[in-house]
């Protein structure tokens, strides 16, 4: 909004007081008609205040407007007109010169008056505006609490009800920027974005906020019960000229519909354009050391394939527990899952255990020293343990750390020699 008193500069633009567009353009159809007594210098608007309806409050140096008597006071409507619910007509006996819009939609003036409305009421009066309380805005559905995996798009939604609405998104009670509509998305969402989102929501001068919806971010990990292992993903499709990739990192999302033990899981992404109908798989891996097993629930057409060759696959309605071999050292697991439209595949409470170290020991001997000398044999590699001696299998001593080996290891104790009897024990 622009107001001026310049009759030259404003006559062109009816009289006084133009509305802009964005781009500072003139709004013909705006065409408020406010008379000009003085011709070289035209009369002073002093308020223009827009009000969150879309009306606006005008007060300055005029008598009338578009022939209707108006004493320094007026409301127009969105499109420049005289808003007759408004009873100005009296006004005020001087212009005024500033305003402030309360809660329960009645205004606060300011001015060099003296009466207002006819009413003895020096500089400082409240007008009764719409009152708001009729249709305050109302809280119909707020944000629900939602949980996605680290990577994919968390996206938070309010309806409310009222006139000319105004929302702010909140996070953790701090307002967002750019966060001023009924949805909220979150693209490629992480587990820094966790935290509790609610909407302040206004309209007519009154102001509600919705409860506090919580968004968490979960690693794959973690919405396995394994969050001590790192996953990765994506997503494939087979085409006339090969295997390409879809450009989907995250090929899984969190579900709580299918769980074998009341606890969330994963399951596949179902995507139905042509392109990626044809032969979609969605993979999963993770990296672990073995020795061990792998425990694990599935449903589904799936196989999970390790680096080093061993293999498990199903194809069951209901989630079943299932287990693959882990080999001594680094090893990549592999889940491929079969994605036709319609199919899907849950996956849920994974669990390694670590194949418990056995040691052997043959060939127990002295040394020619006069210490003690026993060839050790360990089912695993790579797994650090300490080998500890006592003299009353009741206090250990540390003798020696093991940190990396292969085959066989000789254990060797000259300091033995000198103990009528000495014990030896293998910790992990």
């Known amino acids: 909004m622009l107001a001026g008193s310049s009759y030259a500069v404003f006559e062109t633009w009816r009289k006084r007081l133009v509305k802009l567009s964005a781009d500072g353009v003139r709004e013909a159809e705006f065409a408020p008609d406010f008379p000009i007594s003085d011709p070289q210098t035209g009369n002073t608007l002093t308020l223009v205040r827009a009000l969150a309806n879309g009306k606006i409050l005008v007060s300055g140096d005029f008598s009338s407007v578009a022939g209707q008597s108006r004493n320094h006071l007026v409301r127009l409507t969105a499109a420049g007109d005289i808003d007759y619910e408004f009873d100005g007509a009296a006004g005020f006996d001087q212009p005024a010169r500033a305003m402030a819009l309360q809660p329960d939609g009645q205004f606060l003036v300011g001015g060099t008056f003296s009466t207002a409305n006819g009413v003895a009421q020096p500089y400082l009066a409240r007008l009764v505006g719409d009152s708001p309380s009729n249709t305050p805005p109302t809280i119909v559905n707020p944000p629900a609490d939602l949980t996605v995996l680290a990577g994919q798009t ?29 949805f909220l998305t979150i693209s490629n969402a992480q587990t820094t974005d966790a935290g509790g989102y609610s909407t302040v929501v206004s309209g007519g001068g009154i102001q509600v906020t919705s409860a506090v919806a919580t968004l968490a971010v979960m690693t794959i990990g973690q919405a396995l019960n394994c969050p001590e292992l790192e996953f990765s993903s994506w997503f494939t ?8 990739a879809s450009g989907i990192s995250n090929a899984w999302k969190y579900q709580t519909n299918i769980t074998h033990d009341g606890m969330a899981g994963i399951q596949s992404l179902t995507l139905s354009a042509p392109a990626l109908s044809v032969n979609p798989y969605s993979f999963l891996q993770t990296r672990l050391r073995g020795p061990g097993r792998l425990v694990f629930y599935g449903q589904g057409g799936a196989t999970v394939t390790t680096s080093n060759g061993a293999m498990a696959t199903w194809n069951g309605a209901s989630l079943q527990p ?3 071999e882990i080999a001594d050292g680094w090893q990549t697991v592999t889940w491929q899952a079969y994605c036709v439209p319609g199919t899907i595949i849950v996956l849920d409470s994974f669990r390694f255990e670590p194949a418990t170290p056995v040691f052997t020991a043959n060939g127990a001997r002295f040394s020619s020293g006069g210490g003690f000398q026993c060839p050790l044999q360990m089912n695993s590699t790579n797994v650090p343990f300490r080998i500890e001696w006592s003299a009353d299998l009741k206090n250990w001593q540390p003798l020696i750390e093991i940190t990396n080996y292969q085959d066989g290891l000789l254990l060797e104790d000259n300091a033995g020699a000198t103990n009528a009897c000495r014990f030896y024990r293998a910790v992990k």
């Open 237 to 244: 499709y087979s085409t006339p000229g090969g295997w390409q």
């Open 154 to 182: 968390a996206v938070l939604s309010i309806a409310a009800a009222g006139d000319s609405l105004q929302y702010q998104w909140l996070r953790d009670n701090s307002p967002m920027l750019q966060a001023t509509n009924p």
């Open 322 to 324: 299932y287990e693959i």
